[in-house]
């Protein structure tokens, strides 16, 4: 008999077994990449482990000798030099960034000495504990079904992620010095406290989910609007009776607890009030300028020192956020509802298993809602009817906002459709066909089968897409989500299938 205690074990020896197979097999070397933030990131980190005081930047030394850069290709002499000029300043805080993963890193640094191999190892290991414990996690859900797909998604996971690659601006890896890794593991973690707090609800369980929300905020603020969706939760639960306010006050309670003293350490050195980081400003205005059509990240759409750009303008370029992204609208609206498909698109193309997930809820839905209308028919008037339905919705999305026109010749076009609906039309597709679902089906028939930390995960991301632009390295961090979900609705539709096989021959 199948027992929560037993899986845990299961788990435990998975992740052992993973960390040792992954340690083995995935080689990886003692030196940083000097790239993108990791130049940052790793001059931080060790100048913490090194007794300088939190968020210090600057070479206090030889950056590749002391800090363990390889050399450094000749775009990145700016970031050099200005290392190098902090060094011999004694230094200079940065908050651009928050604390949570030069903490990490820095921990380790002083434990081990300065050892980029040791935090690789690390970072691999925490993906193999994500691995080994998705069956659990698929088990508390949905049960044995859930148990399957959690070991199918963890093995899938296992291997997507636990590789020895470097340089990569899609995705970040454990070969790098970047935050991405520790931010999918503590939102597991994440997950888990909040089943804990699902399981038998108390205020003291409520302020360890704010306690574990504040972490997550101060390894990366793109994880602002958990706070948000959480607290959001509650009331709704507290407005139905279903739960006391106090929970909703111990949560916020945790948040504050965890970031407020960060918070003051920050304002304290930088001379104005910091909350979590100061990048906010270029994460929104990078992806709000009318160079970032293409739903990306554009840096010389910010300048506010280039008077040909925008938010340049001398009438703009002293407004306060908000106020500069209502201007900016006010005079380019034609350009919002392309941006915001495109952020989409950039930032959720990449994740096959997201699509996956997509496709098989729609299926499941709709096999739900012909099911009284198919149930006396043949299995293959219900698959294909199905089939049909859902190519010609892609076919209309996809004609409808896609320019074909530019690629010449018929194999081209269709390729080139196919390749922009999976890209850029697929999430419009499945929002419309399961509201409208939502709306058509009443009672136990519509079943969306999303758990709520699962959700709230999923909607922070997509809130995150849409006010700022699309990376695929932001939403790498919830991967595993798709991959499970994707895992789960495999099993459900196989089952339906079955269902239908074992009907239709014995009857």
Known sequence: MLTRQKIIYFCLSLW????????????????????????????????????KQLMTVGAFGDYQKDYKFRPAESIFQPQIDYLRQNGKQEGNFSFYRTPGYILFVGLIYKIFGVSPLMVK??????IAFITAFMPLMGFVFWRKQGLIGGILAGLLYFEEYAKNLAQQTSITYPAQIMTEILIAFWLFIWVWSFIYWQKKTNVFKSLVLGLTTGVSLLIKGSNIF???????????????KKLSFNHLLAYILGVVLLITPYSIYATKKAGKFILLSTQSEAV????????????QWHR??????????FYGRAEVRNLSLPAKLVTFYRQNSQLFPKMLLNRIASGFYYFKFFHLTLMLMIYYQVNKILEPFLKKKKMVIQLSSLVIVEVLG???IGLTLTNVSLVNGWGGRIIFLVKQILRTNFLLLTTAVVTLIAKLVKGKQFELDLPTPLLILFLNYLLITLISFGLPRFIQVIDFVFILLAMRYALRVLEELKKTIKVKFIS
């Open 394 to 396: 892609l076919l209309l």
């Open 226 to 240: 958990l706070p948000i969706l959480v607290s959001g939760y509650l009331m709704f639960l507290g407005l139905k």
């Open 121 to 126: 190892q690390i970072q691999l290991i925490l």
């Open 300 to 309: 010389e759409g910010f300048r506010l020192n280039d008077e040909q750009t």
């Open 284 to 295: 929104i205005l990078g992806g709000n300028n009318e160079f970032a059509l293409d739903g």
């Open 16 to 51: 052992l077994l993973l960390s040792i197979l992954g340690l083995k097999t995935v080689k990886f070397d003692n030196y940083v990449w000097f790239e993108g933030d990791t130049w940052e990131y790793q001059s931080m980190a060790v100048n913490w482990a090194q007794g």
